[in-house]
């Protein structure tokens, strides 16, 4: 077998263990936070492993670079990229580094916060579809639609501000939640728009650790808060909330990918190999020319072309 061969089955198996299948358990609390690969990444040391987790990450970004510019120009599908995790998984920094050799242009990131006055006046998926990808675009959604059925889920009295009439938190709203964004998801993706959604699994040690480093240095303690530590002491109720909302909504057409996220430079490396694949499997091709356009274009190169000859008749 080639080496590029066994790259490719290397990458389908471990793309197969992080995926979700669908109608299937998420298996949150089973899942290796700290998995690296494969028994040929873990035989390496800390310092070889994170060189190797490099180098795939980089060239996975150059990848998902070159499939970028392909979907820009084909401007038939979007590509629409959920991120969720709990704090200091790395959802900030796994966007920066995997996105770093895309067109800016072709790319927006979006954070959904506490929600606006005016978005508690629509339903909880108006926000998410004024900011769904056009066309050509990929969408990155750092935390999302989810946080209506994790973070409400935790604190289900945060639901009293959207003043839905008859609404009470409780099995049935979260099922009816799945349901619709299912349907959502569904709708985007018949229309062209391909989803693919990862959630970022960090144990509660290295959180703890990432937390202290960041208090511990003083370019990087504004980034900590104290609430985090508040959501930190729930810890299992998150992830009750996620293991039950990736079980519902990891589908043939939005699946999601759980990424250990222990070691930062591993989870970017399958962030971006993923997303690359991604956009490569929706088999796009270069917008093609007509005949009236290769015509206007050999004048143009005559044109192009004769006056490059003139430059060289005068400069001798």
Not at 259 to 282: F, G, K
């Amino acid at each position: 077998m080639s080496n590029h061969g066994a790259a490719g089955n290397r990458r389908a198996r471990i793309r197969k263990r992080l995926l979700v299948t669908p109608g299937e358990p998420a298996g949150l609390a089973g899942r290796d936070t700290a998995w690296t690969g494969g028994k040929e990444f873990e035989r390496l040391s800390a310092d070889d492993l994170d060189d190797t987790a490099k180098k795939v990450r980089n060239a996975g970004v150059e990848r998902l670079s070159e499939a970028q510019e392909l979907l820009w120009a084909s401007d038939t599908y979007a590509l629409l990229v959920v991120f969720q995790a709990m704090d200091a998984a790395g959802k900030d920094s796994t966007i920066e580094h995997v996105m770093t050799g895309v067109n800016p242009q072709g790319v927006r990131v979006v954070s959904f916060k506490q929600p606006s006055r005016e978005e508690l006046d629509h339903n909880f998926l108006w926000r998410v579809w004024k900011a769904v990808p056009e066309r050509g675009q990929i969408g990155i959604f750092n935390r999302s639609h989810y946080e209506e059925v994790v973070a409400l889920r935790v604190h289900p009295g945060w639901l009293d501000r959207q003043r839905i009439p008859g609404v009470k938190p409780g099995r049935a709203l979260w099922r009816e939640r799945y349901e619709d964004i299912n349907a959502f998801e569904r709708h985007l993706d018949r229309n062209g728009t391909k989803l693919v959604k990862f959630f970022l699994h960090v144990s509660k040690e290295e959180q703890r650790r990432r937390f202290l480093a960041r208090l511990n240095r003083p370019n990087k303690e504004w980034k900590f808060s104290a609430g985090d530590v508040a959501e930190r002491r729930r810890w299992d109720e998150h992830m009750d909330a996620f293991e039950e909302a990736i079980t519902a909504t990891s589908t043939k057409w939005a699946p999601w990918f759980v990424i250990p996220a222990d070691n930062r430079h591993v989870m970017q490396a399958m962030v971006a190999v993923i997303l690359a694949e991604t956009i490569e499997s929706l088999d796009l091709a270069w917008p093609s020319v007509s005949d009236e356009d290769r015509r206007a274009h050999a004048e143009a190169r005559r044109e192009l072309e004769a006056e490059a000859d003139e430059v060289t008749e005068k400069d001798t």
